[in-house]
């Protein structure tokens, strides 16, 4: 399936064709007959720079990753369906628009089922395809990450504990993946409901390892409700003020790292550095021996911007959907309780929310001063005893079903407030 019109020609489909191949499959391995799927377009095809950098043969070709998806064949079913070559372009759309790129065990919240039918098969997970190795091509290396359809409640657990383990419960149960987790809109059922015992096991995982997500594309906002409005007579504040304020690159860097290494277990519980080698706009180096922590060479050679300072807030006002809402308790959960980090980035602006435990090191964000900002990036650190408390008073974010919007939570002593708003409030600009 080819794109009408090119991306470098101006059209809106990155991918310049997806290939569609009919795999028979491995009987000995209960691998069924299925219909593979490979993207073309992520990676750099021509290395004239007419749609990627040209970064040299040893590094990532263009984004360094192709698309592909394995699809249950139907009996009789003579030609490949071609959905997916549309959902393998939105992907691709996303990955253009936003210079985020996906790896395995990240996880993507479609909402609608993949193919628009009836199906249960409504999110996405990615991982290596079991077939396709990583291949060296003249403009760099590529590797091959695979769609895997999955359930709503598949992808909560992957939320809740991490990707890479609830792929392995799917390779466990032949109809809902098996071992090449080849996806079946067909699919009536979760893997909890074919086998009760996989929830005990995920559970048991949350309880040890808490979540290993450390970042989320939102709909989000935040207000410094200890800023006193600005002076109109003094005109150097109004020009500030009517400055949009934007994430500097390095912020960028750091955001985009923190999301990147959401579904990575590290070893340290420390933000990612912000000297990163830079490709392409985006970071590919993710060698866990890279040094954790802020400090480096180059940001002690940064003039700090008066517009880009970190400001110590006194008073903060969260915003999120009901969606991002929803994760609020793992972020506390899975993530503080356990000495980590989670961060929410618009995916309507430059805005960042980043929540530190204690244990963190290399934020703007301290014990005494618990709210700072760094241009549109705010750091919020929270104690222990604090994130007990706010699970309790948040305990009706894990029943969506029960909530009226708007909802609005408040701490007066710790100079705290969290609104739930229905989505529209986030469509507006002028929110």
Known sequence: VAARLFWWLGGPDPLDYVSMYRNIGNPALNVPEHWHYVSFGLSDLYGDNRVHEFTGTDGPSGFGFELTFRLKRETGESAPPTWPAELMQGLARYVFQSENTFCSGDHVSWHSPLDNSESRIQHMLLTEDPQMQPVQTPFGVVTFLQIVGVCTEELHAAQQWNGQGILELLRT???????????????????????????????????????????????????????????????????????????????????????????EINSKPVLPPINAQRQNGLNHDRAPSRKDSLESESSAAIIPHELIRTRQLESVHLKFNQESGALIPLCLRGRLLHGRHFTYKSITGDTAITFVSTGVEGAFATEEHPYAAHGPWLQILLTEEFVERMLEDLEDLNSPEEFKLPKEYSWPEKKLKVSILPDAVFDNPLH
Do not use: Y
Not at 208 to 216: A, C, E, K, R
């Open 173 to 263: 149960v032949p109809v809902a993946g098996g071992p090449w987790l080849i996806t079946d809109m067909r699919r009536g059922e979760t893997i909890f409901e074919i086998d009760p015992h996989l929830q005990e096991r995920v559970d048991k995982g949350i309880e040890t390892d808490g979540s290993n997500l450390s970042g989320v594309s939102a709909k989000c906002a935040w207000d410094d409700l200890s800023r006193p409005p600005e002076d109109d007579e003094d005109s150097r504040s109004i020009c500030i003020g009517t400055q949009p304020r934007r994430l500097s690159g390095k912020d960028t860097e750091q955001i985009r790292e923190t999301l990147r290494r959401g579904l």
